[in-house]
């Protein structure tokens, strides 16, 4: 279809008028160019929206006991109960598809009451007793030492990890951490290790503040027994936490004796449900962000239209003159045809290497500022270039179409008499 | 080469008709070179429409060496005209962004034929018209002559059986006129058929027969004497 001589009569046609065709290679341009930056900028706000999930366990969900709202089994309402640690195994042995349960306790809070004290420093942490399988599901960089581990768990060690903010507020600069001992409610602690949360945005100073311990040594040293505070439970990738979550709630609340139409009694937070809804959130402000753009370059495609129909106009006679020399109907319309072609492909694709530079720009700007909130790296992956490629070849060829068939509408002989 | 029977056409403009062509028989045979006369309106340039398949006859029977043109769909037709027929247009109707080679290959570009080939004989037909120093001008950069010239060119190129000129000489002085009429003599003299349509009087006795046309019938058509156009240059 495209042979050498086509192209040579593409270009001569388009070259006849050259600032037309470069004011109407603009609308397509322009179009292009915005539908690429909205979907780059979406995806910019996604990435730095998300990456306030990044690395943490989103099909998980958390999981707490609230008072009791109805009676049950001769138990009043308003009572308060607690998970006990053989919930967690029930839960794992129940429930195959979970990949993490681990029980938690909690001490201390932000704002509280100094509740730790190094030699003549003290501070305000937050104190938190966990499983090791805790790090997988809220990564964190250890810095130095380690995390907790099953043999801490086992032996009860009175061992701790704590967090940057509270390197800072017991220990001198470059004073040796590991090794050392901190007293959490009066009671010595060892220190293994020190951490920084690895996705922390808006939590940074909460997050630094926090001291992990051995479950079972919190449930010892600070006289919780068998309870546990709350669970953060994960299910496998492929099967999501929020279809689980009810069986799990039943099975507690067959554990607990609490009746089964009480929901009150069980207080979560579902990550996943709201990891959805923020994924769903992009994934309306991506169509939003082809739907802007697809109108934006719609303008651009009828001004081709417009465009290629005034040429055809002006170049009646001259159709008229080819189609005497032997130029058939479809010769001609698919002249046309491929005229709008290149002329929608080549402004769209210089359209889409503008969008890329300013993209480039902006990289480059943000590298530079360092990290701004809620905005990371916008960006388009090749699959948005190639359906831009796609619609601009759709829309080429329907740019072309009424002008390629009011072409040939008219006779030659009626053609040849226009001056 | 032609044979025409009992050629109808009319025009129909809202309630009015018009009935152009009224009854034409004639026939051209191989290697004349006809002219056909008439005032504005007689139908002269119906006719030659219709002959050259840009236009279709009402009723009537139409045979162009030996195939009947009529059913004819605009493929075809492109087909036949590219085949059978060169025409030759009173303003030239050059392609103004083509240079004069290029003009002149388009009937063989149509015609399918490679690029190399195209070019080379394009430049022999240029050369034929004595343009072959001119052919990378555009046709604005030409004279009126010339540009008739490359017209001439092109009917040539994809070498037809029938050239039909319509008032070859209508946009040209006298001088040209006769120039482009020597040429085309030249052509008939090597055994082309050629139909001229001209109100003009010497033009027309610079061919071999005159049909004259009136109100849509042929009132007259007779052989004259032909005058040499090289006598007047």
């Given amino acids: ?419 | 080469m032609i044979q025409i029977k009992d050629l109808h056409k009319s025009y129909h403009m809202g309630s009015n008709s018009l009935h152009v062509l009224k009854g034409i028989n004639f026939n051209v045979k191989e290697g004349e070179l006809v002219s056909i006369m008439g005032s504005s309106g007689s139908g002269k340039s119906t006719l030659l429409n219709i002959l050259g398949m840009l236009d279709e006859a009402d009723t009537g029977e139409y045979i162009l060496d030996n195939v009947p043109i009529k059913n004819l769909n605009e493929k075809i037709a492109a087909k036949y005209r590219n085949e059978f027929l060169g025409f030759i247009f009173q303003s030239f109707n050059l392609i103004n962004y083509k240079s004069a080679l290029d003009n002149v290959s388009m009937p063989l570009y149509y015609k399918g034929i490679k690029r190399k080939e195209r070019t080379e004989k394009a430049m022999h037909y240029l050369q034929k018209v004595g343009l072959a120093e001119w052919s990378h001008h555009l046709p604005s950069e030409l004279s009126g002559g010339q540009k008739q010239r490359v017209a001439i060119a092109r009917a040539l190129a994809s070498d037809p059986k029938v050239l039909l000129a319509d008032e070859p000489t209508g946009a040209l002085d006298t001088k040209t006129s006769y120039e482009v009429m020597e040429l085309i003599q030249g052509i008939n003299d090597e055994g082309k058929t050629i139909l001229v349509v001209t109100h003009e009087d010497d033009i027309a006795h610079m061919t071999k027969r005159i049909v004259n046309l009136k109100d849509g019938i042929i009132i007259d058509d007779s052989k004259v004497e032909q005058v040499r156009a090289s006598l007047h240059v």
């Fill in chain 1, 1 to 419: 279809m495209f042979s050498r001589d086509r192209w040579d009569e593409i270009l001569e046609a388009l070259n006849a008028n050259k600032f037309r065709t470069l004011l109407t290679a603009f609308g397509v341009f322009w179009g292009i160019t915005i539908l690429v930056l909205l979907l780059a900028l979406t995806n910019g706000l996604k990435n730095g929206v998300t990456a306030d999930f990044d690395g943490f366990a989103t099909n998980s969900m958390f999981m707490w006991t609230q008072g009791t709202s109805k009676p049950y089994k001769g138990l009043p309402k308003g009572r308060y109960f607690n998970y006990k640690i053989d919930d967690v195994a029930a839960l794992k042995s129940e429930f195959p598809n979970l990949k993490y349960v681990s029980p938690r306790n909690q001490l201390g809070g932000y704002n509280g009451a100094n509740n730790v004290v190094r030699g003549t420093k003290t501070g305000a942490f937050e104190i938190y007793g966990d499983y090791p399988e805790y790090i997988n599901q809220q990564p964190m960089d250890i810095l130095q030492g380690r995390f907790i581990s099953y043999s801490d768990i086992e032996a009860k060690r009175k061992v701790c990890v704590i967090g940057t903010g509270v390197v800072k507020g017991l220990y001198d600069k470059d004073e040796d951490i590991l090794g050392t001992y901190i007293k959490v409610n009066g009671v010595n602690f060892l220190v293994v290790g020190t951490f920084k949360m690895s996705n922390s945005q808006g939590d940074d100073e909460q997050d630094a503040n926090t001291i992990y311990m051995p479950f079972t040594t919190f449930g010892q040293a600070f006289n919780r027994g068998e309870n546990v505070g709350w669970m953060a439970i994960t299910a496998v990738d492929n099967i999501s936490i929020t279809s689980l979550k009810q069986q799990i709630f039943e099975l507690m609340k067959s554990r607990h004796k609490v009746h089964p139409e009480d929901d009150r009694a069980i207080g979560h937070f579902d990550l996943s449900e709201q990891f959805e809804r923020v994924s769903g959130l992009f994934s309306i402000l991506t169509f939003v962000g082809y739907f802007v753009g697809a109108l934006v370059l719609m303008s651009g495609i009828i001004g081709i239209s417009n465009i290629m129909l005034i040429v055809v106009k002006e170049r009646t006679k001259e159709i008229g003159v080819r189609r005497a020399l032997g130029a058939s109907p479809w010769t001609i319309k698919s002249q046309i045809l491929q005229e709008s072609l290149v002329l929608t492909i080549l402004s769209g694709m210089v359209g889409i290497s503008f969008a890329a530079l300013v993209i480039w720009i902006m990289n480059t700007i943000l590298d530079s500022v360092g990290p701004v909130q809620n905005f990371a790296n916008p960006s388009v992956s090749i699959q948005v270039v190639f359906t831009a490629l796609i619609i601009l070849v759709v829309s080429g060829l329907l740019a072309g179409l009424i002008p390629a068939n009011s072409a040939t509408k008219m006779k030659p002989v009626d053609a040849l008499r226009i001056e």
